[in-house]
């Protein structure tokens, strides 16, 4: 009977970690980045050194998994200006939100 109750307590122990482990509510270990086009041009965004995606004037756009760790972050105008650069240093799952304000 010890054995039975053993095993019933194993079962419902797998059920309860399995059900834990697709909880979606748990912390995403994924780092993303959201930038924000605030002005009127055109960006380039770059992310260490490499071309990410072009965002039009008054939008926004998310990066996922960019990585923790250390990243620079670039943007150009569209005759590849620097407009801005932001070294940032991201923890495992934290998210960064950039911001660009102008493009002259």
Same mark, same amino acid.
């Given at each position: 009977m010890r054995h039975a109750t053993a095993? !019933?307590?194993l079962l419902v122990g797998a059920v309860l970690v399995a059900g834990v482990a697709c909880d979606r509510s748990l912390p995403e270990a994924a780092c993303d980045l959201l930038v924000v086009n605030d002005t &009127?041009? &055109?960006i380039v965004v770059f992310v260490d050194g #490499?071309? !990410?995606f072009a965002l039009a004037p008054r939008s926004d756009r998310t990066l996922e998994d960019v990585g923790n760790g250390r990243h620079v972050?670039? !943007?150009t105008n569209s #005759?590849?200006?620097l407009i801005e650069r932001q070294p940032i240093e991201l923890a495992v799952g934290e998210d960064f939100v950039w911001t660009i304000t102008h493009c002259a």
């Open positions: 095993v !019933a307590h &009127t041009c &055109t #490499r071309r !990410a972050l670039e !943007a #005759r590849g200006d």
